[in-house]
């Protein structure tokens, strides 16, 4: 069993930055492939980016490439991403997923464990 927690949502400017967090417990973090996923108001939920057991290996959707970046603290039993350049349509509520049947996936399905989500509103 994992649980996982999100932080670090919030009220920001087009062109501003977040650092979301998803904090860890239970089962052994660094054995899990984590991701993020967003899902605005009616609409579905959407991949954003993934990382791998160690941290060395991240994987974007292409509307964030060049402006999120996944990284992860194993000894924190941590993950973050940091969002720059925020524009009005990464509004959404993120998850934190965590799987451990894939290095990493894009797939939701593929995720057993999933957070509460973290609401981001960007205004224009």
């Known amino acids: 069993q994992v649980q996982l927690v999100e932080s670090g949502g919030g009220l920001v400017q087009a062109g501003g930055s977040l650092t979301l967090s998803c904090a860890a417990s239970?089962?052994?973090?660094?054995?899990?492939?984590m991701g993020w996923f967003r899902q605005a108001p009616g609409k579905e939920r959407q991949f954003v980016g993934a990382?791998?057991?160690?941290?060395?290996?991240?994987y974007y959707a292409d509307s964030v490439k060049g402006r999120f970046t996944i990284s992860r603290d194993n000894a924190k039993n941590t993950v973050y991403m940091q969002m720059n350049s925020l524009k009005p349509e990464d509004t959404a509520v993120y998850y934190c997923a965590a799987q451990e049947s894939l290095p990493y996936s894009n797939y939701s399905g593929d995720y057993f464990y999933w957070g509460q989500g973290t609401q981001v509103t960007v205004s224009s």
């Open positions: 990382v791998n057991w160690s941290g060395g290996t991240t």
């Open positions: 239970g089962r052994t973090f660094s054995s899990y492939g």
